[in-house]
T-cell receptor, first 115, second 115 residues
Framework: AQTVTQSQPEMSVQEAETVTLSCTYD???????LFWYKQPPSRQMILVIR??????QNATENRFSVNFQKAAKSFSLKISDSQLGDTAMYFCAFMKPGSQGNLIFGKGTKLSVKP | NAGVMQNPRHLVRRRGQEARLRCSPMKGHSHVYWYRQLPEEGLKFMVYLQKENIIDESGMPKERFSAEFPKEGPSILRIQQVVRGDSAAYFC?????????????FGSGTRLTVV
């Protein structure tokens, strides 16, 4: 069974600085999808970025980028120029094709951006 | 275009009562997923439905929980005879396809508290 591990329960960063959140996963699949979701205090789950395992190129979305290391089964999220609005829980998630859309989530990392 | 709408936002039930959680998917989305988030945990898949069909209920507890997505109206997650352990946030997500590989749109969740 697939598992997703986020080893940093909490992190903090100063406004305008860069922070990296870690995520590792375990799977025997060769093709799959990885996601980072943000959950601010409002509790809304917001898709931040997605990565397809068969693509070598790391995904980027504005200030958010990933470092996808397929051999190491690592999928870290880098947030550049951190903003106060980035304060949230961040969840890493895994999905394998044909799983009927079943997302497997890590336990999350609580990120605090300090002014 | 309204997002995924869940109501109520908060629900308090006494032990033994029934809880009914509603989810209206985004317009044009015919696939609905329910997830549960226990305190300090990531989301866990419960059930995947299309209109009038349950496609995958592998994450649903065997007893007291049921879900439906009728031809007309919202999807309903029903919990009978609630117990304290059912206290959690319940999230609904929707997508246009059943694969979910582009990531879902989540609602803001219903926080169920059993007293």
């Amino acid at each position: 069974a697939q598992t997703v591990t986020q080893s940093q329960p909490e992190m903090s960063v100063q406004e305008a600085e860069t922070v990296t959140l870690s995520c590792t996963y375990d799977t025997s699949e060769n093709n799959y999808y990885l996601f980072w979701y943000k959950q601010p205090p409002s509790r809304q789950m917001i898709l931040v970025i997605r990565q397809e395992a068969y693509k070598q190129q790391n995904a980027t979305e504005n200030r958010f980028s990933v470092n996808f290391q397929k051999a190491a089964k690592s999928f870290s999220l880098k947030i550049s120029d951190s903003q106060l609005g980035d304060t949230a829980m961040y969840f890493c998630a895994f999905m394998k094709p044909g799983s009927q859309g079943n997302l497997i989530f890590g336990k999350g990392t609580k990120l605090s951006v300090k002014p | 275009n309204a997002g995924v709408m869940q109501n109520p936002r908060h629900l308090v039930r006494r032990r033994g009562q029934e809880a009914r959680l509603r989810c209206s998917p985004m317009k044009g989305h015919s696939h609905v997923y329910w997830y549960r988030q226990l305190p300090e945990e990531g989301l866990k898949f419960m059930v995947y439905l299309q209109k009038e069909n349950i496609i995958d209920e592998s994450g649903m507890p065997k007893e007291r929980f049921s879900a439906e997505f009728p031809k007309e109206g919202p999807s309903i997650l029903r919990i009978q005879q609630v117990v304290r352990g059912d206290s959690a946030a319940y999230f609904c997500a929707s997508s246009t396809t059943g694969t979910g590989t582009r990531g879902y749109t989540f609602g803001s969740g219903t926080r169920l508290t059993v007293v």
